[in-house]
């Protein structure tokens, strides 16, 4: 059973930082690429970052700089190191991945996704 499980979510005043976990687990044939999307209230979800197999990695221009994706493979787990965290950064973060590629211009560019964790920044 395929499943992806956030954690590190929570409250923060702006300026601050947090670092979201995904452990992935389930993937008989692997995960070629592997994301965050979030998606605040009364919004549309929208992708984050992503990073694929040979590590290449992109990102949303709003968090450019401010955010950075990382995969302990060893682990199986999805990282997003968050920075300089800004008010419109609040919003429920997911986990998504895919066998092949992982859209993050796309509301829905992912097969697998988790149930997400909320980052609150006031």
């Known amino acids: 059973q395929v499943q992806l499980v956030e954690s590190g979510g929570g409250s923060v005043q702006p300026g601050g930082r947090l670092t979201l976990s995904c452990l992935k687990s389930g993937f008989t044939y692997g995960t070629n690429c592997i994301g965050w999307f979030r998606q605040a209230p009364d919004k549309q979800r929208e992708g984050v970052a992503a990073?694929?197999?040979?590590?290449?990695?992109r990102y949303r221009d709003s968090v450019k700089g401010r955010f950075t994706i990382s995969e302990d493979i060893a682990k199986n787990t999805l990282y997003l190191q968050m920075n300089s965290l800004k008010p419109e950064d609040t919003a429920m973060y997911y986990c998504a991945a895919d066998r092949f590629y992982v859209d993050i211009q796309d509301r829905n560019g992912a097969s697998y996704w988790g149930q997400g964790t909320q980052v609150t920044v006031s």
């Open positions: 990073i694929r197999s040979d590590g290449s990695t």
